[in-house]
């Protein structure tokens, strides 16, 4: 009975499979033929669309039917959506207040590859339709991005196919199509004749169908130098790759026991087949499907089994790593950007297990959260934790921990411990798990809840009690703490170049003014995805513009053009085509041209003044107000005479000219440019300058981070090439170029300033001291350049009047920048009140510390200078256009000029400037400490993150506590001899560290040494998408993604120390061998062809780490092969020694070149060390916010071996790395002291020990291949027929 149950059991299984996957193939099959949805915008009224599921390409598309043709409007990629919610939970539906529509009939789908999702908001008919849009597209996302890879390339390819269509108007693609669109929407350039070949190949006609096209596509990407390096064996028909063969190399190459599994390999090779005939009988692989698979991501360098949660999750809390964030509502900057809803959300999915909630008193007793007093947006306390509960436990089933920065008055405390409770319900840990526990729960035991870390009331009192200590370092906040600074707000400073008064962000603290650069007022409001664009029209018109001047129709020379010139342009359009000129007949009117019956005609069109306003007529009874609006008549109706009635149709686009461009000269030297661009002190400023004696020669000046560059611009017959060598982008026109790089980045991430293009009537009209800047003045700071070496600043400890004109005045207690201490040893240069480099002597002055200057750098990057304001006063108020000024006057003499938008902001900021005028300079010593209330309610659901000040000297201490420190304090306890005592702590109790306060653009620091010494919370800036969020993605991506990592044995013995690899009781060390072979699918970083390199280093323990002065990173050279983005290939090879690979992680950089040789990211993987594969491996590619790029991946071989088998090699190649850290850091100090001489000594001594070292590593290759070579082969492949045997022996 027993065995007929299981039968029955695995019966009623099958057949409830089947049914499952008939029921989706069906709900598929409806979403393929589509629905009329309601689709919501964010900035106009809703309005019924079509959607279709794209099944060929797993796109979700919609139209709308005009005239009986269907118009496409938008499209999204399946493998895109993150998440489909069904109601009406998005900020769409906010806006849109329609009570009569059922929630049941609504639905969000959310996507997008970045941290900020996009948001497709949609009504149904009813509540089935509804349903079923969910579930469908639930189902088929998970179905798309779980695809195998040939069916994945499939996609891909006929996303591509279909678009060439699109833009060609033809089914068929053509060999024009291929090389002009296929190619740089590629990333892949192949000469004309090779390209050719190929075509000719695959295809004797001219003219591809979709099955061509894929067989050109194999054959470009195909590199045959690929499998024929190393792997020649396992196909020696130079055809195909058998099945044994297939086991053979899974077994020997792959270390994968599949190999032995031959139903299993079989199951494998199956998805990778074109051709159906052979799935049939014992499958085998093409050369080109075989080198598919080993760029496919079933090859990946990933282990699948970390995809699952294997670790034990038995521990006490403080034994894992757990992902934390930080200002988790923030969707940007600490300044202006948006605080939302959906960035808890979004964290959460991510796998973020510790959120961050500010929270503040708001209107009618309801909290709220926010980055109180900046220009960030607030949401309700209530609707974020709402969401929480809603999100906790979507990715993973393990505890989430809100910590909460509170700032909340008592009243509004006990508000919020309600809706925790009400909210949350039992989700809410209220109550320890054992009564009698003695060290923290575990992960497994806290499934399912939400803990509460806040500080709570002593076990003993009752009553309400004030309570020193706060998530801040100590008891009151920081001085450079934003949030606790005077007064902040949006302030207006004059900008003398462009003639307006500029917005600025300003933050008064104790005695300075700082401020930002330019800024918007508006800039926290959200724009929503498609929402309405300003047109170029009503940009015109507001910069002061004829709306027409920007119109595709008007051709724009002020000289006129002539009517042979136009006749010659309109004698190959046809009836209907238009443009409009300046007139050469009628000065100062325009002209009309048009054709009629394949012949042009000219039509004046005049202009008269009515009540002050120009009007626009071609007959008197109809004029306008713009030639805008009347083109857009005559476009609706017709032309009238007594001949003929003709609507305006195609409008002729203009020319693009640059000879009349303001940035343009024609001939100027490289020096007169500087001389131009030194006097228009702007980032992006620039110009264009040609040459005479070479009219294809052109240079583009322009100026960035106080630098003026250049970079050439060569005319290759209609094209103009920016760039040398390998990497240059083209454009049609000098015209494109400036508009292009006017919005995107030309150098880093700097643009071409659409304010400042250099002209002479510029420069004339603003004479400009070389050396001012043009905000700074005395008693003004300027912030050293972010993107500069860190540079020597100075504080003075007296005041000092200049006695030459090469000297600085300054003040006690000003900060000096950019100081140059080498040139003489009495006198220093250095920049302060606007002077740069200017002579000062050294005994006035004391050098500052990295901690100081962030006293004097509260906003971080994105503070462009500050007021000194201690003595000054305000002499005098007046308005000007729409602002009111007051003008400051400043201890040191000079006056500075400050607007604000009204009277009563005018004079709230006047009483706070005067009063911080008036304090002492050791205002912080008077600072009483602030005093925290814990409401009872809230405290009673505090119990096991109970916070307190981080006091190492008092530990150990209730396993319950948990202390947060900045990462400026966090920095004294992770190196050095405190690190220790740090790890100890940690072992009993948490800890959580967090990103300084002068991290105002929400960078982040780097997060190893937190983790290293054992903090569990390192909380990060889960939006910024740098370097340390990709090693934290790294970090969770073990596990599960379920934000909890077991922490490594080794950090559990007493005798480790995270600096010294000696202590290591249980270390050992590997040897990382890797040859980076190849990639395919890089995407585009701009406009031209890409010339990768990849860059890989080791990240973990300080003696380990590339970061921390070790040798363990390696670069290739770039690839310089025609099909470079498409397929490049390097087949370098490098090593690394890893004394603690069990911390460590192996990441990826794949990085193109700009113009000016900068690095230009294009893509990287990070992984944790321990949970690699070795042998032949693909490299799956992500972007900055690590999200998956579409089919771009590296080919890599790895091999990981015990770095000790040969343990005196080992031994003197460690002794090696030691000599070369410190011939490193003994040249760097000779370099500081201009020591040159000695500098290029000790540069031959270290060339002396890498040649010793690559002989060193040779010698242990050497040994390893001999030592291979005498290893049994595995019994099950002895036992293989003979064939199999044989191969091998070849």
């Not at 052109?698 to 250049?710: D, G, K, Q, Y």
């Not at 071996?1201 to 343990?1207: I, M």
Request: aromatic share 10%.
């Amino acid at each position: 009975m027993a065995a007929t149950f299981i039968l029955d059991g695995a019966s009623s299984s099958f057949n409830g499979d089947v049914a499952n996957l008939m029921f989706k193939e069906r709900l598929w099959r409806k979403l393929e033929v589509g629905t009329c949805l309601v689709k919501l915008f964010p900035n106009r009224k809703k309005e019924r669309r079509t959607f279709r599921i794209k099944m060929e390409t797993r796109q979700l598309i919609w139209f709308r039917t005009l005239a009986h043709v269907n118009k496409t409007e938008g499209c999204i990629d399946l493998q895109e959506i993150k998440e489909v919610r069904s109601g009406k939970r998005s900020k769409d539906f906010e806006r849109f207040t329609d009570e009569t529509t059922s929630a049941t009939c609504c639905f969000v789908v959310l996507y997008g590859s970045e941290f900020n999702l996009n948001t497709l908001s949609c009504i149904a008919p009813n509540t089935e339709e509804c349903a079923d849009w969910v579930k469908g597209l639930t189902f088929l996302t998970e179905d798309t991005i779980s695809s195998p890879y040939p069916l994945q390339v499939e996609r891909w390819l006929r996303k591509e196919f279909y678009e060439i269509e699109r833009l060609s108007g033809k089914s068929l693609v053509q060999f024009k199509d291929v090389k002009s669109t296929f190619q740089p929407r590629a990333n892949v350039k192949i000469t004309t004749a090779k390209l050719k070949e190929l075509f000719q190949e695959v295809s004797k006609s001219t003219e591809l169908g979709f099955d061509e096209f894929a067989q050109l596509y194999h054959s470009m990407i195909f590199v045959k130098e690929i499998v024929a390096l190393d792997l020649g064996r396992y196909f020696p028909d130079q055809q195909t790759v058998s099945l044994h063969r297939m086991q053979d190399f899974l077994v020997m190459e792959q270390n994968d026991l599949m190999g032995q599994d031959c139903n299993a390999v079989i199951e494998l090779m199956t998805q990778f087949l074109t051709d159906p005939v052979r799935q049939n009988k014992e499958p085998y692989f093409t050369v080109m499907e075989f080198e598919d698979f080993l760029f496919s991501r079933e090859n990946g360098i990933w282990d699948p089994g970390n995809n699952t949660v294997m670790q034990s999750m038995d521990e006490p809390l403080c034994k894992y790593w757990i992902a934390s964030s930080h200002n988790t509502y923030l969707t940007g900057d600490q300044l202006k950007s948006e605080s939302s809803c959906e960035a808890y959300a979004r964290a959460l999915r991510m796998g973020c297990r510790c959120i961050e909630l500010d929270c503040w008193d708001g209107p009618k007793e309801l909290p709220i959260i926010t980055h109180a007093f900046t220009m960030t947006s607030k949401i309700k306390f209530l609707d974020v934790i709402k969401t929480i509960r809603e999100h906790a436990f979507a990715t993973s089933e393990f505890p989430v921990i809100l910590s909460i920065e509170d700032h909340c008055s008592l009243p509004q405390q006990r508000n919020m411990a309600k809706y925790f409770q009400d909210v949350f319900g039992d989700m809410l840990c209220v109550a320890p798990v054992d009564k009698d526990e003695k060290q923290l729960p575990s992960p497994n035991k806290l499934k399912g809840k939400i803990i509460v870390k806040h500080k709570k009331l002593p076990d003993n009192e009752q009553q309400q009690t004030a309570i020193s200590g706060t998530d801040s370092e100590d008891g009151f906040p920081a001085e450079q703490d934003l949030r606790f600074s005077s007064k902040r707000g949006i302030l207006y400073l004059e900008d003398r170049l462009a003639r307006e008064w500029t917005p600025h962000y300003f933050v008064l603290n104790s005695h300075k003014l700082f401020y930002t650069g330019e800024t918007g007022e508006n800039s926290c409001e959200e724009e929503g995805a498609g929402g309405d664009e300003v047109s170029e029209q009503e940009e015109a018109a507001t910069n002061g513009q004829a709306p027409h001047l920007n119109a595709p129709w008007f051709h724009c020379s002020k000289e006129g053009y002539s009517r042979e010139y136009v006749e010659n342009l309109l004698s190959k359009m046809s009836d209907g085509a238009f443009l409009v000129r300046y007139s050469t007949t009628f000065k100062g009117d325009y002209t009309l041209s048009f054709v009629r019956q394949g012949k042009a005609n000219h039509c004046h069109i005049k202009s008269r003044q009515e009540r002050g306003r120009e009007k626009y007529y071609l007959v008197d009874q109809v004029a306008f107000s713009s030639l805008t609006e009347l083109i857009n008549y005559y476009r609706d109706h017709p032309l009238r005479s007594n001949e003929f009635q003709l609507k305006l149709v195609e409008a002729i686009p203009a020319i693009q000219t640059h000879e009349n461009k303001d940035w343009f000269h024609t001939n100027l030297s490289k020096e007169e440019a500087e001389d131009m661009l030194r006097r228009v002190p702007r980032d992006g400023a620039f110009l264009i300058r040609g040459r005479v004696s070479d009219s294809n020669l052109f240079a583009i000046s322009f100026r960035v981070e106080r630098r003026i560059l250049h970079c050439r611009i060569k005319r290759d017959g209609n094209n103009y090439i920016i760039g040398d060598g390998d990497v240059t982008a083209t454009f049609e026109s000098l015209n494109e170029l400036v508009q292009y790089y006017q919005t995107h980045p030309l150098y880093k991430s700097v643009k071409l300033n659409k304010k400042f293009p250099v002209s002479r009537e510029l420069v004339d009209r603003h004479i400009f001291d070389e050396q001012e800047d043009i905000y700074d003045g005395a008693g003004i700071y300027t912030d050293p350049n972010c993107f500069q070496a860190p540079s020597i600043s100075v504080k003075a400890l007296y005041d000092y009047t200049a006695h030459r004109p090469d000297e600085l005045s300054f003040p006690k207690n000003a900060i000096i920048f950019n100081v140059d201490t080498k040139q003489d040893k009495d006198w220093w240069r250095g920049d302060y009140g606007g002077k740069k480099q200017q002579w000062f002597p050294c005994n006035h002055v004391v050098q500052i510390d990295s901690s100081q200057k962030e006293e004097e750098t509260p906003l971080g990057i994105m503070q462009q200078g500050a007021i000194d304001v201690r003595g000054a006063e305000i002499v005098s108020t007046s308005k000007v256009n729409n602002l009111y000024v007051f003008k400051l006057r400043l201890l040191v003499g000079a006056e500075r000029e400050i607007g604000c938008s009204d009277t009563d902001e005018l004079t709230d900021w006047i009483q706070k400037i005067r009063e911080a005028s008036q304090l002492p300079d050791n205002l912080e010593t008077h600072q009483s400490e602030r005093s925290y209330k814990i409401a009872k309610e809230l405290s009673d659901l505090i119990v096991y993150c109970r916070a307190v000040t981080f006091a190492p000297d008092k530990f150990p201490r209730d396993f319950r506590e948990m202390s947060s420190l900045s990462e400026s304090k966090a920095e004294k306890y992770l190196t050095g001899q405190k690190a220790s005592a740090f790890v100890s702590i940690n072992r009993m109790q948490l800890t959580r560290i967090y990103p300084k306060g002068t991290r105002v653009e929400s960078s982040n620091y780097d997060p190893m040494l937190a983790w290293n010494c054992g903090s569990q919370f390192v909380a990060l800036n889960y939006q910024t998408p740098d370097r340390s969020m990709q090693i934290n993605a790294a970090r969770f991506l073990v596990n599960g993604c379920c934000g909890y990592v077991l922490q490594p044995e080794c950090m559990r013995s007493e005798l480790y120390n995270p600096s010294c690899k000696v202590a290591l009781a249980s270390s050992n060390p590997v040897t990382v061998s890797l040859r980076i072979i190849a990639a395919r699918h890089l995407p585009k970083t701009g406009r031209s062809i890409s010339c990768p390199s990849v860059e890989v280093e080791v990240i973990g323990a300080e003696y380990d780490s590339s970061s921390y002065g070790g040798s363990n990173k390696y670069k290739t050279s770039k690839d310089r092969n025609e099909a470079a983005g498409f397929n490049p290939l390097w087949n370098e090879t490098c090593e690394f020694d890893v004394v603690n690979p069990e911390l460590a992680f192996l990441r990826f950089v794949v990085q193109d070149e700009d113009v000016f040789g900068e690095p230009s990211f294009i893509g990287q993987a990070t992984y944790p060390m321990p949970s690699l594969r070795s042998g032949y491996r693909s490299v799956p590619l992500k972007n900055s916010y690590s999200e998956e790029l579409e089919l771009a991946s590296l080919l890599v071989h790895l091999d990981v071996s015990r770095a000790n088998e040969d343990q005196q090699i080992y031994q003197t190649l460690q002794q090696l790395q030691e000599e070369s850290q410190n011939l490193c850091q003994r040249i760097e100090e000779a370099r500081l002291e201009g020591d040159m001489a000695k500098v290029e000594e000790m540069r031959l001594k270290q060339s002396e020990l890498e040649d010793l070292k690559r002989s060193k590593r040779e010698e242990r290759r050497r040994y390893r291949q001999r030592k291979l070579s005498r290893q049994e082969k595995p019994k099950f492949l002895q036992k293989k027929k003979l064939s199999s045997v044989s191969l091998r022996s070849n």
